[in-house]
């Protein structure tokens, strides 16, 4: 089923029978909406995870640094 919907929500209407009603169409249409909200929200929280991660590793080698410098 979900495999059916995904191919559906990507374009490939004539997987649908002509009388498809407009409630089916509209869940689709959600679909395709979810789906790229949730591409841009998953790139936008890497973002923020890769810069927490630098600034994780790179504060205590900056620290040691400042040590080893004194």
Known sequence: MNAHLRAAAYGRQELFPPAANKRARSFLNLSRQYDTQARENFAKEAVIFAVIVIVAVAWPF?????????
Request: charged share 10%; no cysteine; hydrophobic share 55%.
């Open 62 to 70: 900056i620290h040691s640094m400042r040590i080893l410098a004194n």
